[in-house]
Nanobody, 124 residues
């Protein structure tokens, strides 16, 4: 059974950094695009970054550009989100997800596998 497990969340002060990891098991996701979603308190879950199947292309929403970096290691069947310069508005539950098709874009549809979420809290 395919599974994604997100980890690495925590409590950090504003300006701090965290690295989220998403470990996949049960199947290879090397042909899938991977995305990180964020659900801020009281808000919908939104896609914030996506990476294509090879790791050669990535996209970000404007509010995280230059601060967050998505990457993947297909040999380890894993995807990562390096978050620097964290702000209180980055607080939320972060989910990794996989979408067949392989391209990186900010479309939120088509994600078929989801991790359980990891909580990030940024204090001011």
């Amino acid at each position: 059974q395919a599974q994604l497990v997100a980890s690495g969340g925590g409590l950090v002060p504003a300006g701090g950094s965290l690295r989220l990891s998403c470990a996949a098991s049960g199947r290879t996701f090397s042909t899938y695009a991977m995305g990180w979603f964020r659900q801020a308190p009281g808000r919908d879950r939104d896609l914030i970054a996506a990476i294509n199947w090879s790791g050669g292309a990535a996209v970000y929403i404007d509010s995280v550009k230059g601060r967050f970096t998505i990457s993947r290691d297909n040999a380890k069947n894993a995807v990562y989100l390096q978050m620097n310069g964290l702000k209180p508005e980055d607080t939320g539950i972060y989910y990794c997800a996989a979408r067949p098709g392989g391209d990186a874009d900010l479309g939120e549809n088509g994600y078929t596998y989801w991790g359980q979420g990891t909580r990030v809290t940024v204090s001011s």
